[in-house]
């Protein structure tokens, strides 16, 4: 069935500063194909997209459309020459204040040579076509800002196809959907593909892939890992392919827990996610590992009395557990190290010493008056401590690289003794050698707690835990002691099978 | 230290030595502690609101209401005494209750209620203009005023009361220093020493520097938030009280003037030794610089509007020192 | 609710009350159409409302509307021009017979004043020219204020002085009381003016008391302060006491308020003289004025209203503590003879 691909990009490169994240991608879309492409954070997708919808310019390597070389400088220029993007955030392809009639023809109304005055009759008799053409059964008189994230989703495809593009880029589409609402989305697609659409559709979500992909191709590390297109398509080989593992990493001498900590019972994240069961015991280190979107830091954020459970119970040491806000959490010694440390961590106009203080200064203060003394040589121990890369302990936090910055967030919470530390992605944006350290850290000091790691990279889990579990659709599906792990049904967990034979 | 560090760090300070230098120079009686003490009496007013926004800036909001609260403890102060026959004391505490009152209303209406800190600030501005006229009709309150039902006010200010405003304490020279001077110091210091050195301080620099932050670290972020308006409601009553001290009534105003004098001074304080973020020192440098400038200036005969040029030249310049030279050396 | 019963009642129980204090105007004496005066609209618009000399000016308005038993409608349009030419419409919809329009600009005005004239109904305006010749200007006279402050600086302190000089240009009252200034200042060389302030930034007391500091800093020898503007007067004032120079400067200034008579009666006050219109009577003119025109009689093109010399020592002399004392103990304040026809109610007799 593989026809001339009508988009084939070759080589590309793209470097930020000294930061490679396209090692030069080769990759070819077919009219009437959704081919998925699949990556982990980082791996370089949205830079990818970016460069294809003339956001970015790439530094090497070449993009042709349909024969022609195509190197757009800005969106509009590629939505003009026929590759249309609809990007991650919805509210970038559509105009809330506006009618759906008015977001439909929008781009006819800015264009070249449009008429000055709007004739309504006109807007909507163009809107009208649009939308059937799409199948989409709207009241185009609404709002966009009065219609759900779907519908401005749906709004959002349907005026960039009023475009009648070559090639279709979706990122991560159904991020913030429900699964009816992406049914609909998933028919808005079939019907674009049978029209003769190239389309490139960007998810983690494994629901989405199984039912819409033709081919998939895994990226990671700025290159293409894998290609799959024979039918039944190697789902699991593709997780393989994207999350990727390197071999010869340190085998961990897995440990068994020695009192148990924390454990929940049928707890349950949503309304449409199904009960499990999770234990948490002193001295063992504990992965969660699955996809982005998974629930992983659904998960972490209930520990930690940031969203309640939906249904079920927790105890902690026995006792009754249910966290109302992260101040009751920490008192009762459940720490987060949070994903994300630029939004969620690091308190920038802080120096290194005072990051590390800030959930207990009120320990390191007399009557309400921080003791700076104290508060330094608590900084000064925890660099020491997690061999922190720093001139002093008073360093800004912009000054330091990546790893060092995720080892202050580290060692702000290992700093005072917890009963059950959660660490939510730590080796997110960490470099290798720094990311070893906060393992071993991590596994040297694990004996007075309980510690369970969310990773969506396997590496990450293989190489630090005690035993690894594997969240599929908001909920557990598999459990593995990390000795001679049974990696094929670990990938196939991953991949969602695991949920559908164990239901 | 290179030279631009230098030049960001010292700079601000350093101009206002020149400005000091430049007027001793051009004016006669410029340099003498009656002058210097008239200054600070000058920026007393203007100092303390600009101390209290200081905390609301640092939790990462703002407060357009502390002009018009202040003119409102004004006219507060003035009814409690002139119309409700009340002494000194009563009307501090009244005034003082409607600092901390408007300011509960200001961060719960920001906190729980989601509205924007300006916009939320800004409706209280207005509703407070309106407010403060309501219990005389819109008329100023003097002792022996006429009320609206025409019967004549009794009371009159508590000599006390004015003292606040004009009680000058011996320094140096006797008489010299007066009260409201001494109060602006010792705000100065203490929310100095609250905002540097106090873990409640340290927190709320965290929430106005990343709240997500803080809310993981276990702050109760909008507790903060809410308590850095009732600092700023308070300081812009005492504001008040100052203000009705000195002038002996209620006067009819809007108080945008003092707002706008308070958040120049309050945004030159992050150009001061190049911190580039809120803090109290630098307000109160800021403050002192706003003084210097206008009263060499005035001094001089120079016109009101052409003092309104180069404040707003100055406010600018300022800017351009925190955002653009001190971030180039951030990145 | 004030029904236009309640309005006539009121009317009739005030002319009531005139007959039997002796007073000449009784209801059935009055021309067409105040011998039915429940009949009889008027309205006032006004373009500033704030402080306690417009508080005044409606309190006087209000008073003789009383007093002639009519009924008053206000229409207050906050300093919005356009605003304000849209209430003289209304206003007109409304069916008065009678407009006052109360200060504004005359840009915005003159068409809409035009408007009301067109539609017969009798228009005055205080302080705002709208260039219509059917339209007689109520006007306080702001040379005149000048004058007579200045007139008594002379008489204090002879012809040769050290002044400083509160102004700020741009304000028509302040304008032209400042060609007064400088009349006097070519008249009588031996003043010297050393130096000039001013500010409007309110609260304008305390913005005025920091220039005023500075000024008396750079200028001790300044012995005369002319304010001509209460609000500058008070501000000068506190920056005079706080310098300690309270015996060495007098301040001069014009209009007045309850709070400037303390100010001005503290003991060694500096301030020593203002010359003020009473705003209630400025209000109490333009009604009556309008009432001439209502009953076919003619106010005259220009309706000035006299300012009163009051001085510190009046003050002390008569123990006069507020405004209602200095209309009771100062007859010349309490009450012009301005647009008096014999028929006209006066609202001050008690």
């Known amino acids: 069935m593989q026809g001339t691909p009508v988009f084939v990009v070759k080589g590309l490169m793209k470097s930020f500063g000294p930061n490679r994240v396209l090692k030069g991608v080769d990759l070819d879309l077919h009219p009437g194909q959704v081919t998925v492409l699949m990556g982990a954070n980082g791996a370089g997708k949205s830079t990818l997209v970016k460069i294809v919808s003339g956001i970015h310019s790439a530094d090497g390597g070449t993009v042709e459309l349909s024969g022609q070389a195509f190197a757009p400088s800005t969106p509009a220029e590629a939505m003009r020459a026929g590759v249309v993007t609809v990007h991650q955030a919805i509210n970038d392809g559509v105009v809330p204040a506006l009618d759906v009639a008015s977001n439909l023809t929008l781009d006819r109304m800015s264009g070249k040579g449009a008429p000055l005055l709007l004739n309504p009759r006109r807007i909507r008799r163009e809107a009208r076509e649009v939308a059937d053409r799409m199948g989409l059964s709207l009241d185009l008189s609404k709002e966009v800002a009065d219609l759900t994230l779907a519908d401005r989703q749906l709004v959002a495809i349907a005026r960039a196809m009023a475009h009648r593009p070559k090639v279709l880029i979706l990122d991560e589409p159904t991020s913030s959907l429900s699964s009816s609402e992406a049914d609909r989305l998933f028919a808005l697609i079939d019907r674009l593909r049978a029209e003769g659409v190239a389309i490139l559709y960007i998810s983690h979500r494994m629901s989405d892939i199984r039912r819409l992909a033709d081919r998939i191709v895994s990226l990671r590390d700025g290159a293409i890992a894998g290609r799959f297109e024979d039918k039944p398509l190697d789902y699991s080989g593709a997780v393989d392919a994207m999350l990727g593992r390197k071999s010869g990493h340190d085998a961990v001498d897995a440990r068994s827990a020695h009192a148990p900590v924390f454990s929940a019972e049928g707890l349950r994240l949503h309304a449409g996610a199904e009960p499990f069961h999770l234990d948490l015991g002193k001295g063992e280190i504990v992965a969660i590992t699955g996809l982005v979107g998974v629930g992983k830091t659904a998960l972490a954020e209930t520990l930690f009395g940031l969203r309640r459970p939906f249904g079920g119970s927790m105890r902690l040491d026995g006792r009754p557990y249910l966290p109302t806000n992260p101040a009751d959490a920490i008192g009762q010694g459940v720490f987060l190290v949070a994903k994300d440390r630029a939004d969620n961590g690091i308190v920038p106009e802080f120096n290194l010493a005072r990051n590390v203080s800030l959930p207990f200064v009120h320990r390191l203060s007399r009557f309400g008056v921080v003791r700076r003394g104290a508060e330094r040589q608590r900084a000064r121990e925890q660099i020491a401590e997690l061999g922190i890369v720093c001139r002093t302990e008073r360093d800004e936090m912009y000054a330091l690289s990546g790893g060092n910055q995720q080892k202050a967030m580290v060692a702000r919470w290992l700093a005072e003794p917890s009963r059950l530390l959660i660490l939510d992605e730590p080796f997110q944006g960490v470099d290798i050698a720094a990311r070893h350290d906060i393992a071993s850290k991590l596994r040297a000091t694990a004996d007075s707690r309980a510690t369970v790691l969310f990773v969506t990279e396997l590496d990450e889990a293989l190489e630090t835990a005690d035993r690894i579990l594997v969240m599929s659709e908001h909920t557990l599906v598999g459990e593995h002691v990390n000795r001679g792990v049974d990696m094929e049904r670990l990938l196939a967990e991953v991949a969602g099978r695991g949920l559908r034979g164990a239901a | ?331 | 609710m004030i029904t236009r019963r309640t309005f006539s009642k009121l009317g009739l129980a005030l002319a009531a009350g005139s007959a039997l204090l002796g007073m000449p105007a009784l209801a059935q004496d009055k021309p067409a159409p105040f011998d039915k005066p429940g009949d009889v609209k008027i309205a006032l618009v006004r373009y500033l409302s704030t402080g306690d000399f417009f508080q005044a000016y409606l309190a006087g308005v209000e008073s003789q509307a009383k007093a002639l038993g009519v009924q008053l409608q206000v229409f207050d349009s906050r300093q919005d021009a356009a605003l304000q030419a849209d209430m003289v419409d209304q206003a007109i919809a409304l069916g008065v017979q009678g407009i006052i329009i109360q200060h504004g600009l005359t840009e915005s005005m003159k068409e809409a004043a035009q408007r009301a004239v067109d539609a017969g109904i009798k228009v005055v305006a205080f302080d705002v020219n709208v260039e219509n010749e059917k339209i007689p200007q109520i006007e306080q006279s702001d040379r005149d204020l000048a004058r007579l402050a200045l007139e008594q600086a002379i008489k204090d302190n002879g012809e040769s002085w050290k002044a400083g000089y509160v102004y700020v240009a741009g304000i028509a009252p302040l304008d032209r009381r400042n060609e007064t200034w400088v009349e006097f200042k070519k008249k009588y060389p031996g003043i010297n003016e050393v130096a000039m302030f001013g500010t409007l930034d309110n609260p304008i007391a305390n913005s005025v008391a920091n220039q005023a500091r500075s000024v008396v800093s750079a200028n001790p020898d300044i012995t005369v302060m002319f304010a001509p503007y209460d609000e500058f007067a008070k501000g000068v004032k506190i920056a005079v006491d706080e310098a300690g120079l309270s015996s060495s400067v007098k301040i001069y200034s014009a209009d007045i308020s309850t709070a400037d008579i303390s100010a001005m009666r503290e003991p060694g006050s500096a301030w020593a003289a203002t010359a003020a219109t009473n705003p209630a009577v400025v209000g109490q003119v333009s009604v009556r004025a309008l009432a001439m025109l209502l009953a076919g009689e003619d106010p005259g093109k220009q309706v000035i209203v006299p300012p009163t010399l009051i001085t510190q020592k009046d003050l002390n002399d008569n123990d006069i503590k507020n405004m209602e004392e200095l209309s009771a103990k100062l007859p010349q304040f309490a009450h012009a003879d301005v647009a008096m026809p014999a028929w006209m109610p006066n609202p001050n007799a008690k």
């Open chain 2, 1 to 331: 230290m290179n030279l631009r560090e230098f030049a960001i760090r010292y700079g601000f300070l350093a101009l206002l030595a020149g400005l000091v230098v430049f007027f001793s120079l051009a004016t006669s009686g410029f340099t003498s502690p009656q002058a210097a003490v008239f200054i600070l009496q000058s920026v007393s007013l203007t100092g303390i609101l600009a101390l209290g926004v200081t905390a609301t800036l640092v939790v990462g909001g703002f407060d357009l209401s502390i002009g018009s609260i202040a003119t409102s403890a004004m006219m507060a102060a003035a009814y409690v005494m002139v119309v409700l026959e009340q002494n000194a004391l009563v009307a501090v505490l009244a005034c003082l209750a409607i600092g901390a009152l408007v300011g509960l209303i200001n961060g719960i209406i920001i906190c729980y209620l989601r509205v924007p800190d300006l916009l939320a600030t800004l409706g209280m501005m207005f509703l407070l203009i309106g407010l403060q006229r309501i219990p005389t009709e819109g008329r100023s309150i003097a002792a022996g005023m006429t009320m609206p039902d025409g019967s004549t006010a009794a009371g009159q200010f508590d000599p006390a009361f004015l003292a606040l405003g004009r009680h000058r304490f011996d320094f140096i020279l006797p008489d010299l220093v007066p009260a409201s001077v001494v109060v602006l110091i010792v705000l100065a210091v203490l929310i100095w020493f609250f905002l540097e050195y106090t873990r409640f301080g340290r927190l709320m620099y965290a929430v106005g520097s990343n709240a997500r932050a803080a809310e993981f670290a276990g702050a109760p972020v909008r507790a903060y938030k809410i308590w850095a308006y009732i600092i700023s409601g308070v300081f812009a009553s005492i504001g008040g009280i100052l203000l009705a001290a000195r002038l002996g009534r209620g006067d009819i105003a809007s108080g945008n003037n003092l707002l706008l004098d308070a958040v120049a001074a309050a945004l030159i304080g992050y150009a001061v030794l190049g911190a580039s973020k809120p803090n109290a020192f630098g307000t109160a440098i800021g403050a002192l610089f706003v003084g210097v400038l206008l009263q060499g200036l005035t001094m001089m005969n120079v016109p009101y509007y052409t003092q309104d040029f180069v404040k707003g030249a100055v406010l600018v310049v300022a800017l351009v020192f925190t955002f653009s030279l001190s971030g180039r050396t951030a990145r």
